[in-house]
């Protein structure tokens, strides 16, 4: 099994600021996506990251996957409330379906 | 607007009961998803199936079974529910050369 190991686990910041999450793993990946889901709810694409060196951005959300295709980051410029909740990292190990890091919870309160 | 449904989203059920998880999408994906979800762990596959009459056991083994007789429908069955079937359970499809998923609301099973 290909692991992602995301960090931190939990992340609690005030509106406004700047964060970073990460995600790793010991193996290449042909791609990596990332979620949002939000308490109660399904998880919810928010990119897929394809090429090493790649870097996405969606408004305020910056995604890159690394040069090796091992890792990924994403960073929230300016967080706000809505940005609340659990991102998670997947990965295709052998194309049939997704692993699942554990995921980063995070809280922005005003 | 296409989606994914899945029903019931909350059920409390007594030990040793047979339930069915229900999931539809109406976004004419060949391949569906299980996936079970306990706070704090990874959302882990327990089934997955490719298409009409295909059917996979995912990587965390599982006491339920699943159908795909029609493309839009891939129920979930436990025979006989235990206390330790108490999870979150999420469904979610993709296109067949794609591993993009889209994910239903979940159904949250309690066994008591």
């Known amino acids: 099994t290909q692991l992602l190991e995301q960090s931190p686990q939990f992340l609690s910041i005030q509106e406004g600021e700047n964060l970073t999450v990460y995600c790793n793993s010991s193996s290449v990946f042909s791609s990596l996506q990332w979620y949002r889901q939000e308490p109660g709810e399904g998880p919810v694409l928010l990119v897929t990251v394809v090429t090493g060196g790649e870097v996405k951005k969606l408004k305020r959300l910056t995604f890159q996957f690394g040069d090796a295709r091992k890792d990924s980051s994403l960073h929230i410029t300016a967080a706000q409330t809505g940005d609340t909740g659990l991102y998670l990292c997947?990965?295709?190990?052998?194309?049939?379906?997704?692993?699942f890091g554990k995921g980063t919870s995070l809280l922005v309160t005003p | 607007e296409a989606d994914i449904y899945q029903t019931p989203r909350y059920l409390v059920i007594g030990t040793g009961k047979k339930i069915t998880l229900e999931c539809s999408q109406t976004m004419g994906h060949d391949k569906m998803y299980w996936y079970q979800q306990d706070p704090g762990m990874e959302l882990h596959l327990i089934h997955y199936?490719?298409?009409?009459?295909?059917?996979e056991k995912g990587d965390l083994s599982s006491e339920s079974t699943v159908s795909r007789i029609r493309t839009e429908h891939f129920p979930l069955t436990l025979e006989s529910a235990r206390p330790s079937h108490t999870s979150q359970y999420l469904c979610?499809?993709?296109?067949?050369?794609?591993?993009?998923?889209?994910f239903g609301q979940g159904t949250r099973l309690t066994v008591v």
């Open positions: 199936s490719y298409g009409v009459n295909s059917t």
């Open positions: 979610a499809s993709s296109e067949y050369l794609s591993t993009e998923a889209f």
């Open positions: 997947a990965g295709p190990p052998s194309g049939y379906a997704l692993n």
